[in-house]
């Protein structure tokens, strides 16, 4: 059973910067693909970003593909989403999931494709 905990959310106000961590336990964190995903009032949790097992690839949604950055420290069993020129759209409840792909190079982006979840952590951005 894996346990994740998210960090480093906040306030911050439009352009600029936050990066949130993920801590993982209770798992080998390499065989895990990790995601990250956002979710507004009333709406299902969109896909953000995803790294595959080793951080050799990753997937991001159309709207923060060139702002943020998702990346991972398998020593630290970490997963980071670097998010930069923040928009006040970009406020929600984000969250890890971390699942064990198919292959080494699996980068899932569908909510069902997930088995473990973080309790969130809100980032708000003010214009």
């Known amino acids: 059973q894996v346990q994740l905990v998210e960090s480093g959310g906040g306030l911050v106000q439009a352009g600029g910067s936050l990066r949130l961590s993920c801590a993982a336990s209770?798992?080998?964190?390499?065989?895990?693909?990790m995601g990250w995903f956002r979710q507004y009032p009333g709406k299902e949790r969109e896909f953000v970003a995803a790294?595959?097992?080793?951080?050799?690839?990753?997937k991001y949604a159309d709207s923060v593909r060139g702002r943020f950055t998702i990346s991972r420290d398998n020593a630290k069993n970490t997963a980071y989403l670097q998010m930069n020129t923040l928009k006040p759209e970009d406020t929600a409840v984000y969250s890890c999931a971390a699942v064990v792909p198919g292959s080494i190079w699996s980068i899932p982006d569908g909510l069902n494709d997930y088995d473990y979840w973080g309790q969130g952590t809100q980032v708000t951005v003010s214009s």
């Open positions: 790294v595959s097992r080793l951080g050799s690839a990753s």
């Open positions: 209770g798992g080998i964190f390499s065989q895990h693909a």
